[in-house]
């Protein structure tokens, strides 16, 4: 059983950034052909992917936060991180990282997912 874990500050001051991981269990994050995403949900607001990084470690970025984002995995510890630069309170969110497969529509694994308010 994969099992997916958030961890990472619950409050963030507007323009600095925001880094939470994401701990896997139960399946290699290098493991054929997974891609593993963050995802995240404002208040009042529906599901907004932000990016991904797949099993051979390449990238792919929401165009309308690629400035700001980046996601970078540690294969020792089966991590992958997110990093969103210059917050705002708009950021303000669900944050949830999940797996997908490649020609399989959806996630099939999700965390729990973790609050983060950004505010002074």
């Known amino acids: 059983q994969v099992q997916l874990q958030e961890s990472g500050p619950g409050l963030v001051k507007p323009s600095q950034t925001l880094s939470l991981t994401c701990t896997v269990s139960?399946?290699?994050?290098?493991?054929?052909?997974?891609?593993w995403s963050w995802i995240r949900q404002p208040p009042g607001k529906g599901l907004e992917w932000m990016g991904a990084?797949?099993?051979?470690?390449?990238?792919y970025y929401s165009p309308s936060l690629k400035s700001r984002t980046s996601i970078s995995r540690d294969t020792s510890k089966n991590q992958f991180t997110l990093q969103l630069s210059s917050v705002t309170p708009e950021d303000t969110a669900v944050y949830y990282c999940?797996?997908?497969?490649?020609?399989?529509?959806?996630?099939?694994?999700w965390g729990q997912g973790t609050q983060v308010t950004v505010s002074s």
């Open positions: 999940a797996r997908a497969s490649r020609g399989t529509p959806g996630y099939d694994y």
């Open positions: 139960g399946g290699s994050i290098t493991t054929n052909y997974y891609y």
């Open positions: 990084i797949a099993y051979s470690g390449s990238t």
